[in-house]
């Protein structure tokens, strides 16, 4: 009994000694550069969802509701998060990285945990000027001068949002701004996400004026537009508001779920044969998340499937003259030389990429965001990687099947485009090392 008595003593005297000292040790060997399993980084957000509860403990709450019911003050919620995020890439937190809000995580945090803190002032301009303040100071911090705009899709709410974006941030290594809509985390809500994304249309493309000035200032900064599924919309319908921006350097869709048929109506008045923007389209042949929306669409393409290249797309609006003059104009030589020579200029600027050997799981749709980092500052797919020249129009065979069964296939007379697309495929040397690891 005393020998027992005496085993409990060290248990309770000396054991919790020992582990705060293994714990130390443990801190001693991430200092000395042991790269950190979860990483804490930052992300702006601008959102126009209702506000469920603001607490110390909590931060900001959002719901999938719209923060107005009837009039609306054009005063969207702004703030900056935190988000938990798993450190494959092995990063150190640097003195860099830590000016712009990198930080260990505390306590147990898993991941995907985040907490988002509201920027507050007695009016909304005020929130407005400290918020673009910060993201413009943050942005000269960095290698590129970028910032980072990352709108969602359909069936997100604000905290699986906020966890996509922390994907861009943790990437790029750049200032990220989540635009976060009122979407409804539920698969039956399709057609109430699509109202309120239409609602939001107005506010999305205030901040995008909002953010000119601030991204002209002296020094420069640029910014870098990301949509996802049904968040494209809000960035096809904003393009007249972004046509001719020097400050956009990119512009990119990714799984877009858009009527693809409206995008060629826009695309005339939309595309400019002046502007310097990037504009890339990302899709996936294993993306049956578009199929579905084809489905409840009539049958109609979506612009994520059509797989169609950008530049013949371009060529194609290009041809479209609006007024009496269009079919006279259209006969002329000079008139269709002069097509062919802005086309050849868009060709270098218009791109579509597909990504299908990277879109994984059952359903598909995800974001590449490695693929669209690399494509944005090496303009290659990235290590193990290479681009194939794909014809245009390959889209994948459930969504064709749809097509012959609603009777929205392309007909002999449609329009087809002439130009190659990007698909990427892994090296050999890829190929033979996965096999190798198996």
């Not at 942005?139 to 709108?151: C, G, N, V, W, Y």
């Not at 974006?165 to 539920?186: G, M, N």
């Amino acid at each position: 009994m005393a020998g027992m008595r005496h085993h409990q003593v060290f248990a309770v005297i000396f054991l919790p000694l020992f582990l705060f000292l293994l714990a130390g040790h443990s801190a001693a060997w991430a200092q000395e550069g042991k790269a950190p399993a979860l990483i804490r980084v930052p992300v702006y957000f601008i959102t126009d969802r209702n506000l469920v509860s603001d607490t110390p403990e909590q931060g900001a709450v959002f719901g999938p509701h719209r923060k107005y019911i009837g009039d609306c003050k054009h005063d969207p919620y702004m703030g900056l998060a935190w988000c938990v995020i798993k450190n494959t890439d092995g990063k150190q937190i640097t003195p860099a990285l830590a000016q712009l809000g990198w930080a260990p995580v505390e306590g147990r945090e898993r991941e995907g945990a985040s907490k988002a803190t509201l920027i507050t002032a007695s009016d909304f301009p005020t929130i407005e000027s400290k918020f673009y303040d910060r993201v413009r100071a943050d942005a000269l911090k960095t290698e590129h001068k970028d910032i980072i705009m990352f709108a969602h899709g359909y069936k997100n709410g604000f905290e699986s949002a906020m966890k996509t974006a922390s994907r861009f941030s943790y990437t790029f290594e750049e200032p990220t701004i989540l635009y976060s809509w009122p979407s409804v985390d539920k698969l039956r809500s399709y057609s109430s996400d699509e109202n309120n994304n239409e609602w939001s249309q107005e506010h999305f493309v205030e901040q995008m004026q909002r953010i000119e000035p601030v991204s002209t200032a002296d020094p420069p900064v640029n910014l870098r537009i990301y949509a996802h599924s049904m968040g494209s919309r809000l960035v096809v319908r904003g393009a007249p508001f972004l046509r001719e921006k020097p400050f956009v350097k990119e512009c990119a869709l990714v799984c877009p779920d858009i009527d693809e048929g409206l995008v060629r109506h826009y695309a005339h008045r939309y595309l400019s044969t002046k502007a310097t923007v990037i504009l890339r389209l990302y899709m996936s042949q294993h993306d049956k998340a578009l199929a579905f929306s084809q489905i409840i669409h009539g049958g109609y393409n979506r612009l994520g499937e059509c797989a169609d290249s950008l530049a013949s797309l371009g060529k194609q609006a290009l041809s479209v003259i609006p007024g009496a003059q269009a079919a006279e104009a259209a006969t002329t030589d000079d008139s269709q030389k002069e097509i062919d020579d802005v086309a050849a200029k868009l060709k270098k600027r218009l791109q579509t990429i597909d990504f299908t050997v990277l879109d994984h799981g059952m359903i598909g749709h995800k974001i590449p965001v490695g693929l669209i980092h690399s494509m944005a500052y090496t303009e290659t797919p990235g290590p193990g990687l290479e681009f194939l020249t794909q014809g245009s129009g390959e889209r994948s065979r459930t969504s064709r099947m749809i097509s012959r069964m609603t009777h929205t296939k392309l007909t002999g007379d449609g329009w087809v485009g002439d130009d190659n697309c990007l698909r990427v495929a892994e090296t050999e040397k890829n190929k033979k090392d996965i096999k190798a690891a198996q």
